[in-house]
């Protein structure tokens, strides 16, 4: 069966730190990844998404970037972090290869910037 | 802008009661899905609805789906306390699965 793991779960950082999340996806392979940013008490914002090593489409110009250095590994990044970057960052992973697939979720990362 | 838009943003029932929560989207979708967040976790996937079909069952939920109206509905009958959580309704408009959620609705089942 497929597992998702995203780390850590929590996360404290000064302004201007840097920043490195990783997600890895096991028991598929070729699968499309996803990070989304939820806000407080809100939906979600999709941040990046990738459908192959080295593929990676930014939804939003900001100040994180994203990685896929393998095919089941997913890294979101940042060289100086802001406080508007403090959220519950989210990792998923779907079927690729334009296959109809729910997402699949990640436990996710409580980022706080202080 | 937000594609899906839950509604109501809170509901609040006693158990055994049926929930009903509302979403509407703005363009055309290849599907809509619904997800559940339980407090400080990741969402799970509840059930997916193509744009051909108007309605779903999966245990206790009932999805439906107006294209014409560009509205679904999810509802929960029976619920019980372990169905509190946030629902989302997400929009797939096809290509790399990029879905749109919408803000979600807080449901809250009283015991």
């Known amino acids: 069966s497929q597992t998702i793991h995203q780390w850590p779960a929590t996360l404290v950082q000064p302004v201007g730190s840097p920043l490195s999340l990783e997600c890895t996806v096991e028991?598929?392979?070729?699968?499309?990844l996803y990070w989304y940013r939820q806000a407080a008490g809100r939906g979600l914002q999709l941040l990046f998404y990738?459908?192959?090593?080295?593929?990676i489409s930014s939804e939003v110009p900001q100040n994180l970037s994203a990685s896929r250095p393998q095919d089941r590994q997913f890294i979101l990044s940042s060289k100086k972090l802001l406080l508007s970057d403090s959220g519950f960052y989210l990792c998923?992973?779907?079927?690729?290869?334009?296959?109809?697939?729910?997402?699949?979720f990640g436990n996710g990362t409580r980022l706080t910037v202080t | 802008s937000q594609q899906g838009e839950e509604d109501p943003q809170a509901l609040s029932i006693q158990e055994g009661e049926n929930a009903t929560m509302n979403c509407s989207y703005k363009?055309?979708?290849?599907?809509l899905q619904w997800y559940r967040q339980n407090s400080g976790r990741g969402l799970v996937h509840l059930i997916l609805?193509?744009?051909?079909?108007r309605e779903k069952h999966s245990g206790r939920l009932r999805v439906t789906l107006d294209t014409s109206k560009k509205s679904s509905s999810l509802l929960i009958t029976a619920s019980r306390a372990a169905d509190t959580a946030s629902y989302f309704c997400?929009?797939?408009?096809?290509?790399?699965?990029?879905?749109?959620f919408g803000q979600g609705t807080r449901l809250t089942i009283n015991p």
């Open positions: 998923a992973w779907s079927l690729g290869q334009g296959r109809e697939s729910p997402l699949h």
């Open positions: 028991g598929t392979s070729n699968p499309n």
């Open positions: 990738s459908v192959g090593i080295g593929q």
């Open positions: 363009t055309s979708i290849n599907n």
């Open positions: 609805i193509r744009s051909n079909e």
């Open positions: 997400a929009t797939d408009k096809g290509g790399a699965q990029k879905l749109v």
